[in-house]
């Protein structure tokens, strides 16, 4: 008896290679992306370790030609920007989300939905146009601020950024808020505005948090809203919002042209820092998210 | 007391509640509606507030150049002639080359994801691929500078050379270039891209796929035949979102890409665009109507990256209403 072989041939076998052929590329797609993430972040860490001394966190830039030296005047910028853009962007895009979750008719919804996510696709260095034309190049009416740089003006920039980013994480929870608890509470008696603010906010906070986060994951590293709005800064601490700050990455960015090569470790250890801060931040950010939403999901 | 179905009803009178929610409870309502909707209208206006603004600050050098601004060439501060035709060419060459190489790299990271992985890796290997998103690009353009530009150097850009050096297009190897520029802009698209792709890839009916599968159709070819033509049109949103990001990086641009003109014909060579040219001059304009140009850039830079992604948001929506029945 003639054995039948189970061997593909002739037409069938071609078939079967170049699905093979395309299954190998799809991973090799995946794993080249990851490799470049782990290059990233691996010379990051290799190169800034030198570098990160005690000194770099707590002191100041050196003049030019010292070794030595530290960023704390931009982890201090940093901070104070990330904070003014948050006291803007989070009541802003949390009321803006309550609006078309809870308020608006479906179209206009839609619509506030839609150029909130064109906002987001807006290059960041046109934002920093933006705020320089409108509050660096002329004076701000009954503010105090104007014709010059200032941090004001680069946490209103950033604030721009984080707003689309809280805004739309904050919408995509309040939709997961199951319309049974609202319904709970209009039945006792409650009135919408009590309802809003004591029922559908706290059960969708975790998501509005980690909104935030990763919006300030995003914030703090964004240079090119800062070019024209907050880097001609002082080399010492500053903690007055009318002066331009030094930032993070402004540091960052103008170490690495520099002449100067021992600025180039700087760099790396700002780098570092700041890798390291957006990483956790927005690792975390996302964990939490998947948190509330698999909670929010278990109510319904 | 009022009519219900024609019949005249009467109701024991309500009291004691009534008041406290006409008080207290219209004016919470409607304050809330009232501060809401505010917010709303406030995140609609910026868009208008930036376009607007943008125009205003471009306005000298728009009534001195016109709309030929955009296709002159020269850029000479000295004699305050100015023209973007550099820069825009630079611009689409760029952020194009950038998607030749992020477009397919991208599909197949979504179908990857989507199709092929084990559930087990799925989560965590989509997880380092929005990672990579969250590098702020400054980082990227540092490590572009310090780690990119030596390795595109010394093995990539010879080795083109060696083989596809007769187009013109690899020609002698630089250092700062437009090619690692595309390079450092095909990892920051990638991440939009793939990510989208993957999303897509996923809610294809599973009854469709197992019916090209039940046909006898290979992975690939169910792919090809069925994934792929199902949502294609989101797809391509997905690679012009991309591309919006990739047109409107400044920074790591800026960093990589060597900052000179004329464009040349070979990729290896400096180039600049309309966004790292600002990153690199927002310190040097000396007179208004530089200034004024300079911003004439950011405009014509908006009105690009505004364009394709009003495109793509539409594509994007029509897929989340067909997805959900339109709810």
Known sequence: MEAISLQATGRSRRRLLVNRGAEILAIVAALLAVTVLAIVVGSVFARAFHSLTWDFFTKGPVIFGQTGGGISPAIVGTAMLVLIAMAISVPTGVLAAIFVSEFAPKKVGAQVRLWLDVLNGFPSIVIGIFVFVLAVKTKVPFLDIGHHQSAWAGGFALSIIMLPLVSRTTMEVLTLVPNSLREASYALGVSKWRTVLSVVLPSAIGGIVTGTTLAVARAAGETAPLLFTCSFASQFVTWDPSQPVSTIPFTIFSYSESPDPSLHGQAWAAAFVLIAFVLVTSLTARLLLDRSRRKLGQVQ | ?327
């Open chain 2, 1 to 327: 007391m009022g009519k219900l179905r024609g019949v005249e009803v009467t109701a024991p009178p309500v009291t004691g509640l009534r008041r406290t929610r006409h008080a207290l409870d219209r004016i919470g309502d409607r304050t809330l509606y009232v501060v809401t909707a505010l917010a709303g209208f406030l995140s609609v206006l910026v868009v208008a507030a930036i376009i607007w603004q943008v125009v205003k600050g471009s306005w000298p050098a728009i009534k001195q150049f016109g709309i030929s601004f955009v296709w002159n060439q020269t850029w000479n501060p000295v004699t305050s002639v100015f023209g973007a035709r550099e820069y825009v060419l630079g611009t689409l060459i760029t952020a194009f080359g950038a998607m030749l190489i992020a477009a397919p790299l991208s599909i197949a990271i979504g179908l990857f994801l989507s199709e092929l992985a084990p559930p087990a890796i799925r989560g965590p290997i989509g997880s380092l691929v929005d990672m990579l998103a969250a590098v702020p690009s400054v980082v990227i353009g540092l490590w572009g500078i310090y780690v990119l530009i030596p390795f595109t150097f010394h093995d990539i850009e010879p080795w083109l050379h060696d083989w596809f050096g007769f187009t013109g297009i690899f020609g002698t190897p630089t250092t700062a270039g437009v090619f690692p520029a595309m390079l450092v802009l095909a990892i920051m698209a990638t991440p939009i891209t793939s990510s989208i792709c993957r999303e897509l890839f996923i809610n294809v009916p599973r009854e469709l796929e197992e019916a090209a599968i039940g046909l006898g159709a290979t992975r690939w070819e169910m792919v090809k035949g069925v994934v792929v033509p199902n949502v294609k049109g989101g797809v391509v949103a997905g690679i012009v979102l991309g591309l919006g990001r990739a047109l409107g990086e400044a920074i790591a641009v800026t960093q990589v890409i060597g900052n000179g003109t004329p464009l040349q014909l070979n990729i290896f060579k400096p180039g600049v665009t309309l966004a790292s040219n600002l990153a690199n001059q927002y310190s040097g304009a000396v007179s208004n109507l530089q200034v004024s140009a300079l911003i004439y850039l950011g405009l014509i830079l908006l009105v690009i990256t505004f364009l394709a992604n009003l495109v793509a948001q539409r594509i994007v929506l029509r897929f989340e209403l067909q997805r959900t029945g339109g709810n």
